[in-house]
């Protein structure tokens, strides 16, 4: 069985679909941190994203591997550096681009044959997996996105970064994920929808869990 959990960053979706996942006992692929991991290799190996046959080269060796909380790039743990700043800066330009999507998707195409798993990330009930069994849309407002990053981000810390930052960085990100031409994030039409604002992380879990 595939389950897929769409939605922009904040909306509790990682953690969720992690928790899913081991109270189901099925298997949970992070399809975020695939698009960090090949921004976190671009950058590690300088390459200019316009330089389209190195790109091409990179894409060509690149493998990725999660075994439970950790993710590997060619062997190489990458856990802690697919989530620095220097990554998300650039990370949305890297999942805009075709080449990258068309090489990626394969991956999770690969992942899904290990059994059930549960999918998380932006265009997995539309674009990868539109015959999943259940897609979810998880949604929350902006304000308290903003909140659960910024507590994120101290938690990893980022002592100086403030709430107005955040929330102009995630209206930004918005903008651009849900405009861009490829896989824009979109709510698949036979999604469930869930606004997680006023819902605590177990409360969407056992939401999600009825439905399953
Ligand atoms: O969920 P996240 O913030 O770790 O995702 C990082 C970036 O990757 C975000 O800008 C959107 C992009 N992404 C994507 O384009 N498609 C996915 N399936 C997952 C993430």
New binding site residues.
């Given amino acids: 069985m595939i389950i897929t959990i ?1 939605g922009p ?1 904040g909306t509790g ?2 953690t969720v679909a992690k928790k899913l996942a081991e109270t189901l006992g099925f298997a949970y692929f ?7 991991a090949i ?1 976190w290799k671009i950058l590690q190996e300088k390459i200019s994203l316009t330089d389209r046959e190195k790109l091409e080269e990179i894409l060509y060796q690149f493998s990725f591997c999660q075994e439970k909380d950790r993710y590997f790039v060619n062997g190489e743990d990458v856990t802690a550096v ?2 620095s700043q220097a990554v ?1 800066e650039i ?2 330009e ?3 681009m075709k080449v990258v ?1 068309d090489a990626l998707k394969p991956i ?1 195409i690969e992942f899904s044959k290990k059994g059930s798993v549960v ?6 009930g539309t674009v ?1 997996f539109p015959h999943a069994e259940i897609k979810f849309f998880l949604t929350a407002s902006p304000e308290v996105r903003a909140k659960r990053r910024l507590k994120e981000l101290r938690r990893l810390g980022a002592s100086s970064v403030t709430l107005e930052k955040v929330l102009e960085d995630i209206h930004e ?1 918005d903008r ?2 849900s405009g ?1 031409e490829i ?1 824009p ?1 979109k709510k698949p039409s036979d999604a469930i929808v869930i606004d997680t604002t006023h819902l605590s992380i177990e409360e969407v879990v056992n939401t999600l869990k009825k439905y399953v």
């Fill in positions: 769409d960053a979706k990682s992070d399809t975020g941190a695939l698009y960090r921004s697919i989530r998300t990370v949305s890297v999942s805009a999507r999770q999918f998380e990330g932006r265009d997995l990868v990100r651009f994920d861009r896989a994030l």
